[in-house]
């Protein structure tokens, strides 16, 4: 890949994805489950650009979304309906009507007060609500705590016994239809045991809600797979699958995947400016033209991202990659190891095409990056870069008012 035509050609910051990549890792995952019935569910919310979704679901992908603009991006890059799964923890009354009316999958409950406001909301729609519970089984996934969802003490899911009153509920109601069972204990998980107890947790609980004639039909394991992108260790996929399926003992359900970093994460890679060089009292920076505002993940988790030079000499010496953002913490990599470089030089962040420009913002009314993508050695352009026009179009000029 020549990257020194890429920014002359699109500028940087600029996101850059290969497809081809996406598509492998899907297709391994797909296959981990081969000869059972699966779905795999990417998860919007890890990057939602148009093009990446409409790509997913020509694979035969389905979705899981957060937010129904999620949702309507979604269908509108041609997902199949019966493949869309809405979840989140707050979803206002409009979001659950859309919801019913377009007729998605089914929605994920977090809450006995959700249960009674969609079961409402259906009512007043005279609609048959396909639903799933999610289930916090509570168990450590052993990772970062801001990417912990399965704790008690997090905000997400129903305990086992709330989660039995609530489908007994649901089984009662006209306007109910529990059709599956949800959990999702973590994200960036590196050991399958948590996983693997989960799972035999909640199929536990689908097992004893068959003998209440609850038929579930749709068994949802979240998703969480971690990536390498440092030294961590990668989860082996026939493994995860042989756990899973152990758990259910030969339940005839169709196991859902929430898989979102996994199949995009190691696909992006984000290419940067130097601007400068500058050293403080022995310490050295190496200024770029992306931010924090650009990529997020290591300000917000002290998160780890190889950066490669595409310039420079071979001796290399320890400095801080940083942004022009007005904040401290506005860094791409700490002590890191690099040749001298210049202006005009270009660095390479690798890994981001997950929770990259998905989190980026307009802070310090930064203009966010363009992306383009890699398909069969062909490149695309699927965003482009936004300008200041952009910026300002939905801001009202109230300063000619008396």
């Known amino acids: 890949m020549n990257y020194e035509n890429l920014a002359n050609t699109y500028g940087t910051p600029l996101y850059i994805y290969n497809f081809d990549e996406v598509k492998l890792r899907y297709l391994e995952l797909k296959e981990s489950f081969y000869a059972r ?218 196991i859902v995947c929430e898989i979102g970093r996994f199949l995009v994460s190691k696909a992006g890679e984000l290419l940067t400016k130097v601007l400068y060089e500058k050293i403080n009292n022995n310490k050295r920076f190496v200024i770029v033209d992306s931010a924090m505002n650009d990529l997020l993940r290591p300000s917000l988790y002290d998160a780890y991202h190889k950066i490669v030079a595409l310039n420079g000499n071979d001796e290399l010496f320890n400095c801080d990659i940083v942004g022009p953002v007005c904040e401290s913490g506005d860094f791409l990599g700490k002590n890191r190891e690099l040749p001298n470089l210049k202006s005009g030089d270009l660095l390479v962040v690798k890994n981001v095409g997950a929770y990259g420009f998905s989190m980026s913002s307009n802070y310090n009314s930064r203009l966010r990056a363009a992306e383009i993508a890699i398909i069969n050695n062909k490149i695309k352009l699927i965003r482009k870069r936004e300008t200041f026009e952009d910026l300002i179009a939905n801001e009202v000029d109230l300063l000619g008012e008396e």
């Open 37 to 254: 019935k699966s779905l795999i569910c990417y998860a919007v919310k890890a990057n939602s650009n148009l093009s990446l979704l409409k790509y997913l679901a020509n694979l035969g992908a389905g979705f899981d979304c957060v937010s129904y603009n999620e949702v309507k991006k979604a269908l509108l890059a041609g997902a199949l309906k019966y493949k869309i799964i809405f979840s989140g923890v707050g979803k206002k009354d409009s979001e659950i009507k859309s919801a019913l009316k377009d007729d998605i999958l089914m929605i994920n409950i977090e809450s006995f007060a959700e249960l009674n406001r969609v079961e409402a909301i259906a009512k007043e729609l005279n609609i048959e609500a396909r639903i799933s519970i999610r289930v916090n089984p509570n168990i450590d996934p052993k990772t970062h705590p801001y990417i912990s969802t399965g704790l008690n003490e997090n905000k997400f899911g129903v305990s086992i016994d709330e989660a039995k009153r609530m489908y007994i509920k649901a089984k009662n109601s006209k306007f109910l239809n529990p059709i599956g069972i949800h959990f999702h204990i973590g994200s960036q998980l590196s050991d399958i045991k948590p996983i693997h107890e989960a799972a035999s947790i909640v199929a536990k609980l689908m097992k004893e809600l068959k003998t209440l004639e609850i038929d579930i039909k749709f068994f949802d394991i979240g998703g969480g797979i971690g990536v390498r992108y440092k030294d961590e260790k990668e989860i082996n996929l026939y493994e995860y699958a042989q756990g899973i399926l152990a758990a259910l003992k030969g339940q005839d359900v169709t």
